[in-house]
C-alpha cells in the first residue's frame, strides 16, 4: 500500500522520525602524513570533531532505520506524491486525468522524457490489457517498472582483491568529490579496511586541506599536501605509500572540471595512465560523481566523462537537497552505468550503497520504508 493514498483515507498525521545524533567521543585521530612512503603516521588525543560522527555501521543501516532514508528524501518524495491521493481518492477507475498527472510528475521529478514515455507507454499497455484494473494497481505496477529499470543496471562493486584497491573519483566542480570520498573513506573503514586518500586535487588548494580534513575524521592517512603541483607524482607516490603499509583501498581525489574543458580531461586520462604504471590494473575503479540536483545535465557530463576515461559507476549526491530524485531512471536508462552509492546529507554515514527498491519505496511512499 502507499502511504500517501493511506495517509489520506485515515486523516491521520504520519509523525516524521526524529533522526537520533550520537554522543561525541573523544577520538584518537592520526595526523596527515607526507608523501614518505616509510613514515610512521603519528597519533595524537584531540577533542571530538565539531560535526556529529554517525559511527553506526552502514551496511547495518541499510537495513535499520530505513525511516532516516525515507525522510533524506522527503523533497523528491513529495514532489511526486504530494496531491496525487486527492487525485486518487473517489476514482474506481484509471481514466486518461490519472495517467496524465503521473506523467506530468515524471517529469518534473526529472525521470526526463525518454524515460517517462516510456514507463508511460507500459503502463497503458498494462491498463489497455486489464493486468492493472484499479489506480491502487496502477501505483503498483508503476512501482515494480522503475524497479526494473535501475535494476537493469545494477551491478555490484568489483571485490577489493587487490592491495591497494586503487578509487579514482572524479567530477566537475562542486559535484561533491571531496566530501564524498570522506564518506567512502568511513564506509570502507567501517567494514573493516585500512583505508588512505590521495589528493590528487593540486588544482585547488583548499581541496587538499578539505581533504586532510575528512582523513583526521577518519583517522586514516593522506598522501599529498598543499602546494603540491604535480597531480600524477602525488597519486604515484600514493601508491607507493598504500602498497608499502598494506593499504586496503586507495580513495584518490582529482581536481573538479568541467567536461568541455579539453585540456583538464586530458590530464584526468594521465592521472589514469600513471596509476596504471604505478600497479598493473590500476584504477580498479573509476567514480564518476554527480550532483543530483542539477538535474538532466547529469546525463551529459556523464556520457563525456566515460568517453575519456571509462566510468565504472556512479555516486549521486545531494538527494536530499532536492526534488529531482527521478534523474535516476534517466541515468540508468539513458547510460547503462551502475549507481553505487547515493550520497544524502553533508555527515560521515551520509551515503548509502544504492539499492533499488529501496530507493522507489521511499520515492513513492510505500509502507513498507
Ligand atoms: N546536502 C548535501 N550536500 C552535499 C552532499 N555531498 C556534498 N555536499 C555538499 O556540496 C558542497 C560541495 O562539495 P565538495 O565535496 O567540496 O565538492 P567537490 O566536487 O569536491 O568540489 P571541487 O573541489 O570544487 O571540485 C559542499 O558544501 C558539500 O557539503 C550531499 O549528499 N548532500
Redesign the pocket.
Known sequence: MFGFLRRKKNTEPVAEPVRQEQAPEEHTLATPESSTPTEETAATTVSPPSEPAEIAPVEAMADKPKSRFWQQLTRSRSSFTEGLADLVLGKKQIDDELIEELEMRLVLADVGQTTTQALIDELQQAVSRKIVNDPEALFEKLSQLMVDRLQRVHQPRPPLNEHPHVIVVC??????????IGKLAFHFKQSGRKVMLAAG?TF?AA?VE?LITWGERNQIPVIGEPGRQDAASVLFDAVQSARARGTDVLIA?T??RLHTQGGLMDELKKLVRVLGKAQPDAPHEILL?LDASIGQNALSQARLFHQAVGVTGLIV?????TAKGGILFAIADELGLPIHFV????QLA?LRPFEPQQFVDALLDREAI
Open positions: 567530477g566537475i566542480n562542486g559535484a561533491g568529490k571531496t566530501t564524498t586535487d585547488r581541496a578539505q581525489d581536481a573538479g560523481v549526491t545531494k538527494l536530499d537537497g550520497g544524502v546529507g553533508e551520509d
